[in-house]
Nanobody
Framework: QLVESGGGLVQAGGSLRLSCAASGLSFSNSAVGWFRQAPGKEREFVAAISRSIDTTYYADSVKGRFAISRDNAKNTVYLQMNSLKPEDTAVYYC???????????????????WGQGTQVTVSS
Protein backbone atom coordinates (compact mmCIF):
# COMPACT_ATOMS: atom_id res chain seq x y z
CA GLN A 1 0.00 0.00 0.00
CA LEU A 2 1.21 3.48 -0.91
CA VAL A 3 0.11 6.64 0.87
CA GLU A 4 0.83 10.11 -0.51
CA SER A 5 0.86 13.22 1.65
CA GLY A 6 2.10 16.79 1.60
CA GLY A 7 -0.25 18.31 -0.92
CA GLY A 8 -2.03 21.60 -0.34
CA LEU A 9 -2.66 25.11 -1.58
CA VAL A 10 0.35 27.28 -2.39
CA GLN A 11 0.95 30.50 -4.25
CA ALA A 12 2.83 30.55 -7.53
CA GLY A 13 6.56 30.51 -6.88
CA GLY A 14 6.14 28.56 -3.66
CA SER A 15 7.28 25.08 -2.69
CA LEU A 16 5.80 21.83 -1.46
CA ARG A 17 7.29 18.47 -0.59
CA LEU A 18 5.21 15.41 -1.31
CA SER A 19 5.83 12.11 0.43
CA CYS A 20 4.97 8.59 -0.69
CA ALA A 21 5.17 6.05 2.12
CA ALA A 22 4.97 2.32 1.51
CA SER A 23 3.76 -0.54 3.65
CA GLY A 24 4.06 -4.17 2.62
CA LEU A 25 6.44 -3.15 -0.15
CA SER A 26 10.14 -2.40 -0.03
CA PHE A 27 11.01 0.77 -1.91
CA SER A 28 14.66 -0.24 -1.97
CA ASN A 29 13.69 -2.96 -4.47
CA SER A 30 11.27 -0.83 -6.44
CA ALA A 31 11.26 1.89 -9.02
CA VAL A 32 8.97 4.70 -7.87
CA GLY A 33 7.29 7.25 -10.06
CA TRP A 34 5.25 10.38 -9.50
CA PHE A 35 2.42 11.13 -11.89
CA ARG A 36 -0.22 13.83 -11.89
CA GLN A 37 -3.70 14.25 -13.27
CA ALA A 38 -5.45 17.55 -13.80
CA PRO A 39 -9.24 17.72 -14.34
CA GLY A 40 -10.17 16.53 -17.80
CA LYS A 41 -6.64 15.42 -18.61
CA GLU A 42 -4.76 12.15 -18.77
CA ARG A 43 -2.49 11.10 -15.94
CA GLU A 44 0.98 12.24 -16.91
CA PHE A 45 4.50 11.39 -15.87
CA VAL A 46 6.28 13.82 -13.54
CA ALA A 47 9.37 12.13 -12.11
CA ALA A 48 10.77 8.71 -11.27
CA ILE A 49 13.65 7.09 -9.47
CA SER A 50 15.04 3.75 -10.57
CA ARG A 51 15.20 0.60 -8.52
CA SER A 52 18.87 0.01 -7.79
CA ILE A 53 21.16 2.87 -8.67
CA ASP A 54 18.70 5.71 -8.05
CA THR A 55 18.84 7.17 -11.51
CA THR A 56 16.27 9.97 -11.71
CA TYR A 57 14.00 10.92 -14.57
CA TYR A 58 11.90 14.06 -15.05
CA ALA A 59 9.30 15.39 -17.39
CA ASP A 60 10.56 18.39 -19.32
CA SER A 61 7.90 20.56 -17.74
CA VAL A 62 9.32 20.07 -14.23
CA LYS A 63 13.03 19.61 -14.91
CA GLY A 64 15.08 22.00 -12.80
CA ARG A 65 12.15 22.71 -10.46
CA PHE A 66 11.26 19.29 -9.00
CA ALA A 67 13.53 16.73 -7.36
CA ILE A 68 12.74 13.11 -6.50
CA SER A 69 14.59 11.27 -3.75
CA ARG A 70 14.20 8.23 -1.57
CA ASP A 71 14.87 7.33 2.07
CA ASN A 72 15.08 3.55 2.24
CA ALA A 73 15.23 3.57 6.04
CA LYS A 74 11.82 5.24 6.12
CA ASN A 75 10.56 3.38 3.04
CA THR A 76 9.52 6.74 1.65
CA VAL A 77 10.03 8.60 -1.61
CA TYR A 78 9.82 12.37 -1.78
CA LEU A 79 9.03 14.89 -4.48
CA GLN A 80 10.39 18.32 -3.70
CA MET A 81 8.54 20.86 -5.83
CA ASN A 82 9.95 24.38 -6.13
CA SER A 83 8.97 27.40 -8.22
CA LEU A 84 5.46 26.04 -8.53
CA LYS A 85 3.24 27.28 -11.33
CA PRO A 86 -0.56 27.28 -11.68
CA GLU A 87 -0.21 24.63 -14.39
CA ASP A 88 1.27 22.28 -11.77
CA THR A 89 -2.19 22.08 -10.19
CA ALA A 90 -3.30 18.45 -10.20
CA VAL A 91 -3.78 15.35 -8.09
CA TYR A 92 -0.36 13.78 -7.63
CA TYR A 93 -0.02 10.01 -7.44
CA CYS A 94 2.94 7.78 -6.67
CA UNK A 95 3.37 4.41 -8.26
CA UNK A 96 5.82 1.61 -7.54
CA UNK A 97 6.98 -1.55 -9.23
CA UNK A 98 9.80 -4.03 -8.84
CA UNK A 99 9.84 -4.75 -12.56
CA UNK A 100 10.06 -1.40 -14.31
CA UNK A 101 12.83 -1.07 -16.87
CA UNK A 102 14.46 2.22 -17.72
CA UNK A 103 12.69 2.26 -21.07
CA UNK A 104 9.27 2.03 -19.41
CA UNK A 105 9.83 4.09 -16.27
CA UNK A 106 7.89 7.06 -17.67
CA UNK A 107 4.83 4.95 -18.50
CA UNK A 108 2.00 4.70 -15.99
CA UNK A 109 1.02 1.16 -16.99
CA UNK A 110 4.48 -0.04 -15.90
CA UNK A 111 3.55 0.48 -12.24
CA UNK A 112 1.42 -2.04 -10.36
CA UNK A 113 1.08 -0.30 -6.98
CA TRP A 114 -0.59 3.10 -6.63
CA GLY A 115 -1.53 5.48 -3.88
CA GLN A 116 -4.79 7.38 -3.54
CA GLY A 117 -3.32 10.72 -4.58
CA THR A 118 -2.80 14.09 -2.96
CA GLN A 119 -4.16 17.38 -4.28
CA VAL A 120 -1.76 20.18 -5.18
CA THR A 121 -3.28 23.55 -6.00
CA VAL A 122 -1.13 26.48 -7.11
CA SER A 123 -2.82 29.87 -7.14
CA SER A 124 -1.69 32.69 -9.42
Amino acid sequence: QLVESGGGLVQAGGSLRLSCAASGLSFSNSAVGWFRQAPGKEREFVAAISRSIDTTYYADSVKGRFAISRDNAKNTVYLQMNSLKPEDTAVYYCGASSFVTSSAIRLRYAYNHWGQGTQVTVSS
